[in-house]
């Protein structure tokens, strides 16, 4: 493949992180190359996939890199599509990298970077407050499992917690917030945008399914029904390993709106039980092994400034480790697993379940990438919500 340039801009009209997101949901693979008038050295991101793998900056590499880039607010780049071959050293997902690198500019960690025409002439983008939901947008649409579309009027809730419900659907235009109900009240977790799927891969795969949370449009919304029946075929053609990592992984983003929804309404969402526990995984270091769950317990703990977050909790027949298609800001790279006395675990191959994902329609891989990227998500509000406490 020949060497082209397929994008060009400014960081001053789409941020890095939304740069990321665009030509991570197109599976992308190249180089962002980033010139700020500032800085002597030109900046590069090497992304294969779509993910990041490795980035560069005179005497600075890998995420360190990668991470000084979110200050260059009045860079310019340009996106060269061709083979990368560089060593992967960024093992982070790229909703995590986006997530960390935005919130460490917030903390001031980062230097803000500008031009002298940008102090002049540009308003500064980042406006944040506390009270912002993050806005989780899908990969591109295929159209081809969309057999209907449906318009829902602002303050509609499309989906309510603790309601039966198999629907499945794809937002086509609008935004809606996603709400998690607790008996001390209402939280907004999200808002979603165009993309993004409304339901979870179990909640329309399992009869009879209840939804864990409300999601209500925000405005006028479009949405698309998706075939059902075509993604069930496509699910029941799975095998039981491929179909459990979904299930544990669904699991998981349960628990971590849970705890969202906890912080979210000021309750403490720190522990230390696991000080009495086993380490089987360091988020410090990259270990890739993966493991199935066979007795016992394992916690998913993230250190953060405020004290160590409990994020979930797994059980028998749950996969923790690290499950390369499936980045969801957890272990092993950001965060660590704890384990009970009675825990039991073999470990996994997921050599035959790699090539299997690499077999499935673009649309499924969407829908786990989007679960991933939910987990990623919601789990980064969490760290917000817990820093603005201290």
């Given at each position: 493949m020949s060497s082209k340039v397929v994008l060009k801009g400014s960081i001053a009209f789409i941020e890095l992180g939304e740069l990321l997101q665009q030509l991570g949901s197109s599976g992308s693979t190249g180089i962002v190359k980033l010139v700020c008038e500032p800085i002597a050295d030109p900046g590069y991101i090497y992304l294969k996939d779509g993910n990041p793998v490795n980035a560069e900056c005179g005497s600075l590499k890998g995420i360190e890199a990668l991470n000084s880039f979110f200050g260059w607010t009045s860079a310019y780049f340009e996106f060269i599509q061709e083979p990368v071959t560089c060593q992967t050293v960024i093992k982070k997902s790229r909703m995590e990298i986006i997530l960390d690198g935005l919130r460490m500019l917030d903390?001031?960690?980062?230097?803000?970077?500008?031009?002298?025409?940008?102090?002049?002439?540009?308003?500064?983008?980042?406006?944040?407050?506390?009270?912002?939901?993050?806005?989780?947008?899908?990969?591109?649409?295929?159209?081809?499992y969309v057999v209907d579309e449906e318009e829902f009027p602002d303050g509609t809730d499309v989906v309510a917690q603790d309601k039966f419900g198999n629907w499945f659907w794809v937002i086509l235009a609008g935004k809606m917030e996603v709400i998690r109900i607790l008996p001390e009240g209402g939280a907004p977790i999200v808002r979603l945008a165009d993309g993004a799927y409304i339901g979870s891969i179990v909640s329309f795969l399992r009869e009879g399914n209840v939804r864990s949370a409300t999601v209500k449009a925000i405005g006028n919304v479009q949405l698309g029904v998706l075939d059902s029946e075509l993604i069930s075929r496509e699910y029941a053609a799975m095998t039981d390993d491929l179909q459990s990592i979904l299930i544990s992984v669904d699991k998981r983003l349960r628990q971590v709106t849970d705890?969202?929804?906890?912080?979210?309404?000021?309750?403490?969402?720190?522990?230390?039980?696991?000080?009495?526990?086993?380490?089987?995984?360091?988020?410090?270091?990259?270990?890739?092994?993966?493991?199935?769950?066979?007795?016992?317990?394992?916690?998913?703990?993230?250190?953060?400034?405020?004290?160590?977050?409990?994020?979930?909790?797994?059980?028998?027949?749950?996969?923790?480790?690290?499950?390369?298609?499936?980045?969801?800001?957890?272990?092993?790279?950001?965060?660590?697993?704890?384990?009970?006395?009675?825990?039991?675990?073999e470990a996994f191959?997921?050599?035959?379940?790699?090539?299997?994902?690499?077999?499935?329609?673009?649309?499924?891989?969407?829908?786990?990438?989007?679960?991933?990227?939910?987990?990623?998500?919601?789990?980064?509000?969490?760290?917000?919500?817990?820093?603005?406490?201290?």
């Open positions: 903390d001031g960690l980062i230097t803000e970077i500008r031009s002298e025409v940008d102090d002049e002439g540009t308003e500064n983008k980042r406006g944040k407050t506390e009270n912002d939901l993050p806005v989780i947008r899908g990969p591109v649409i295929d159209y081809v705890v969202c929804a906890k912080a979210v309404l000021k309750q403490d969402v720190t522990s230390d039980k696991q000080k009495k526990m086993k380490l089987l995984i360091s988020q410090n270091k990259n270990e890739n092994k993966c493991m199935r769950i066979t007795a016992g317990e394992a916690h998913v703990i993230r250190n953060s400034p405020a004290g160590d977050i409990h994020l979930c909790t797994l059980t028998e027949g749950d996969f923790a480790g690290a499950i390369p298609f499936l980045s969801t800001s957890h272990e092993p790279y950001s965060a660590n697993l704890y384990a009970s006395r009675d825990f039991k675990a191959d997921l050599t035959k379940v790699r090539i299997e994902y690499d077999k499935l329609s673009q649309t499924f891989k969407n829908m786990i990438e989007y679960l991933s990227t939910s987990i990623s998500v919601t789990t980064g509000r969490i760290l917000d919500l817990t820093r603005s406490k201290q």
